[in-house]
């Protein structure tokens, strides 16, 4: 019965009917389970069930970070964006001021400079959320600064880029 079981036991069953998420769900004998333990529950669940299936395949955000050096007209980022994912956001963080001769950057992709953000600030310490509707890359993609009035001195001038993803794996077996 669902009331003997602990949540260590619940994971290592191979069964579940939708009352007994139910109950687990109501706290039956007050072992409620938080938000975030029910995802977790739930998530080891289906990766058990896609194993058991043999499926290899997995769905998973990653985060890249990398540093540029904003020096002449454009920098790139290469590879930020991996082949065959679904990029959903590009964060910007300056590191430290942009100088030289220009007024603002982009972040973006090649054919879309400013996909990511567009007029973005030059002091230390500026950051932008880049998040666009999903879109999905077939091959390595750079992801690229674009220097907006002029051209970065590219001496200290540093930006942080952190991409993230949604990546695939097919099965092997």
Do not use: W
């Not at 077939?138 to 907006?148: E, I, L, R, S």
């Amino acid at each position: 019965m669902m009331a003997d079981k602990e949540l260590g036991d619940l994971t290592a069953a191979s069964a579940l009917s939708t009352a007994d998420l139910f109950y687990i769900v109501q706290g039956g004998n007050s072992r409620k389970l938080t938000g975030a333990q029910m995802r977790t529950f739930i998530d080891g669940r289906e990766t058990r069930q896609l194993i058991t299936l043999g499926a290899q395949g997995s769905l998973h955000v990653s985060a890249v970070d990398q540093l540029v050096t904003l020096d002449g007209a454009s920098v790139a980022a290469t590879a930020l964006l991996p082949a065959r994912s679904i990029p959903i956001c590009v964060t910007a963080y300056v590191i430290s001021t942009l100088t030289g001769t220009l007024t603002s950057f982009d972040v973006g992709i090649a054919g879309e400079v400013d996909k990511f953000g567009a007029t973005l600030p030059l002091a230390a310490g500026s950051n932008n959320v880049g998040v666009v509707p999903p879109f999905a890359v077939y091959a390595d993609t750079d992801v690229v600064v674009t220097a907006n009035g002029g051209t970065g001195s590219g001496n200290t001038d540093k930006i942080r880029l952190v991409a993230y993803y949604f990546e695939f794996v097919a099965p092997t077996a």
